[in-house]
C-alpha cells in the first residue's frame, strides 16, 4: 500500500509540476503575442502595402516641396550662378521624389496618387514620355482623377502635343473648372514663350477664345447669382 501510495503521489506531483510548465509555457508565449505578438501585428500591419506606400509617398512628397522651395529661391535670384546651382538642388529634390513615388507604386501598384506624383517629379526633370506614361496609369486606376489630366496636360505642352492639351482642358472646363483655369495659365506662359509659327499662332488663337469665352460665362455665372 505504501508503495501504492508513493506511486500515486509521485504521479500527482509529477502532474502539477508538467501543468505548471505548461502554464508558465503558454503565459510567456501569451505575453510574447500580446506585446511581441501585438509588436509583432503591429510590425505587420505598419509593414502592409497601404503603408509601406503611404510612407514612401508622404516623402515623395516632402521632397517635392523642397524643390518648390529651391525653384521660388532661384526665380528671386539674381546672380545667374547661384540661380543655377539652386535649379541643381531642385532637380536632386525631385529625382529623390521620383524614388520615393516609384517605390509607393511598388509597395502598393493601385495607388492612382503616388502614380500622379510619379508623373509631376519626371515632369520636372524632363523625362515627358515617361511623365505622361505614368499619368496615364493613374487614370487607368482612376479615371476622375483630373489633377493628373491637368499634370499630363502640361506634359503634351512641353512635347507639342496641343490638340491632347486642348482636349484636356475641355475636360478640366467641364469638370473641374479651378484646374482648368490653372491649365490655361500654363497654356498662355507657353504661347508667350514658343517662336512665332503657323501651330503656335492657331494655338494661341484657340487660347484667347477660349479665355474670352471662360470669362463670358463667368460673367453669366455672377449676373444670374446676383438675380437671386
Known sequence: MKVVRFVLALVVALGLVFSTSLATA?????????????????????????RVAKRYYQAGLRHKAKAWKLEEKAAKEEDAEDREALLAKARKSY???????????????????????????LRKTGQYEKAIASYNRALELNDVYFPAVEYRAEAYLATGQLEKAKHSYMT?????????????????????????????KSFAEWVKERQALADVGDDLSQNNTHRW
Open 95 to 121: 529625382e529623390k521624389a521620383i524614388g520615393a513615388q516609384s517605390a509607393a507604386m511598388k509597395a502598393l501598384p493601385s495607388s492612382y496618387e503616388a502614380a500622379n506624383e510619379l508623373g509631376y517629379a
Open 172 to 200: 478640366l472646363f467641364r469638370n473641374d473648372r479651378k484646374l482648368a483655369d490653372q491649365l490655361m495659365t500654363a497654356m498662355d506662359d507657353w504661347v508667350e514663350k514658343q517662336p512665332p509659327g503657323d501651330a503656335t
Open 26 to 50: 503558454a503565459g510567456g508565449g501569451g505575453g510574447g503575442d500580446f506585446g511581441g505578438g501585438s509588436g509583432g501585428s503591429g510590425q505587420s500591419a505598419s509593414r502592409s502595402p497601404e
